[in-house]
């Protein structure tokens, strides 16, 4: 007995074997493209981290400086090699040696404490956090300025 209908023609063989090479690439192509959304993600959630990283360090100095505002001068810090750490308050050397602990390639002369009077009692504060991760093209920089005192 024969079957009408799974007859194939001469001109129709192969054509189920293109259609699942054609699927194979386009499935393929689609999980290259995956692999490099994913591959994106984890780079921008690093960056993420070492920006919140930063933000959590510059607060954490100028909530110190806001506790001893009367000595808030002696937490300037320019990043000048020449100038020591010790020449500066105790707490602005272990505030850089956390930096440098949290931040990857964050040396300590490139972070900045900028103390300036702008009235009696009352002094601005800028805060310069800089770090370069290894797949970093440039430095970056977090930077944060409040009023202090008044």
């Known amino acids: 007995m024969r079957m009408k209908g799974f007859v194939l023609k001469k001109e129709q063989r192969g054509v189920m074997l293109l259609e699942a090479l054609i699927a194979l690439v386009i499935f393929s192509i689609g999980m290259i493209a995956l692999m490099g959304l994913l591959a994106a993600a984890i780079s921008h959630s690093g960056d993420a981290k070492y920006r919140a990283d930063a933000s959590f360090l510059a607060n954490q ?8 505002r009367e000595n808030a001068l002696a937490y300037d810090y320019d990043g000048n ?5 010790s020449a500066t308050s105790p707490t602005v050397c272990n505030w850089l040696a ?3 602990q949290t931040l990857p390639g ?3 002369e490139t972070q900045r404490i900028q103390i300036t009077n ?3 009692d009352v ?3 800028t805060v310069t956090v800089r ?4 797949q970093d093209q440039v430095t970056r920089r977090f930077v944060t300025s409040t009023q202090v005192g008044g």
């Open 123 to 125: 002094n601005e504060i």
């Open 98 to 100: 956390n930096v440098r």
């Open 131 to 134: 770090w370069r991760a290894s």
């Open 81 to 85: 090699a020449a100038t020591s750490c």
């Open 106 to 108: 964050a040396a300590g």
């Open 118 to 120: 702008v009235a009696p």
């Open 61 to 68: 100095i100028i909530g110190q400086i806001w506790s001893d």
